[in-house]
């Protein structure tokens, strides 16, 4: 079956520690992303890709980073500059999107991250 | 910066009922429209997908469109317990090359 996997499912960082979110699809898209929701709140943009070996930053990227070396893999790094990162972490991914053409996404189960 | 507005609820509405979710938008130049539900716990799921005015429907789902007063909705006909959610609308960030979403309006359906 197509999908989008993340992996773990529960993550654990310590003080100081940089932590790695796996995702990864095989669904043939082009376009993958990773969101950030806290508790009661929206989903906001960390970074996105259209293609390979390219990514933006969205709109809360500091104190992370990502690659793009595969068509089928996006994994997320949170970096120890990242001071709150206890969050639901959602990847996503959809065929390439233009302004004159824009595609639902669709979303892996997530990684819940949390400091111990 | 575009913006997805929602009321964050909750709605509550008796079994067998209409649920009405309200989404406005910012960005009259805005051409994509999407509904997700995300239960407690779990990640979004596309219910709907609307691209023009008016109205789509599919199943007890209707989304409907309204680009001059620049929002969109979706009504739950026959509203069941297991329709009890958060539903988030979204909308292509200015680029279009990624969505921004609303903070989600969450629904809780009475037996």
């Known amino acids: 079956d197509g999908g989008i996997t993340q992996s773990p499912k529960y993550l654990f960082r310590k003080e100081g520690q940089n932590v790695t979110l796996s995702c990864e699809q095989n669904?043939?898209?082009?376009?993958m992303y990773w969101y950030r929701q806290d508790p009661g709140q929206g989903l906001r943009l960390i970074y996105y890709?259209?293609?390979?070996?390219?990514?933006q930053k969205g709109d809360i990227a500091e104190g992370y980073s990502v690659s793009r070396e595969k068509k089928e893999s996006f994994p997320l790094t949170v970096t120890s500059a990242q001071k709150n990162p206890t969050a639901f972490y959602l990847c996503?991914?959809?065929?390439?999107?233009?302004?004159?053409?824009?595609?639902?996404?669709?979303f892996g189960d997530g990684t819940r991250l949390s400091i111990l | 910066q575009k913006e997805v507005e929602q009321n964050s609820g909750p709605l509550s509405v008796p079994e067998g009922a209409i649920a009405s979710l309200n989404c406005t938008y910012s960005?009259?130049?805005?051409?994509?429209f999407f509904w997700y539900r995300q239960y407690s716990g779990k990640s979004p799921e596309l219910i709907m997908s609307?691209?023009?005015?008016g109205d789509k429907e599919d199943g007890r789902f209707t989304a409907q469109l309204n680009k001059a007063s620049q929002y969109v909705s979706l009504l739950i006909r026959d509203s069941q317990p297991s329709d009890s959610a958060t539903y988030l609308c979204a909308v292509p960030n200015q680029a279009g090359t990624a969505l921004i979403f609303g903070k989600g309006t969450t629904l809780s359906v009475s037996s």
């Open positions: 609307i691209y023009s005015n």
């Open positions: 996503a991914s959809s065929t390439r999107q233009t302004p004159y053409s824009n595609q639902p996404q669709h």
């Open positions: 669904l043939n898209h082009d376009a």
């Open positions: 960005d009259r130049g805005s051409q994509s």
């Open positions: 890709s259209q293609i390979v070996n390219d990514f």
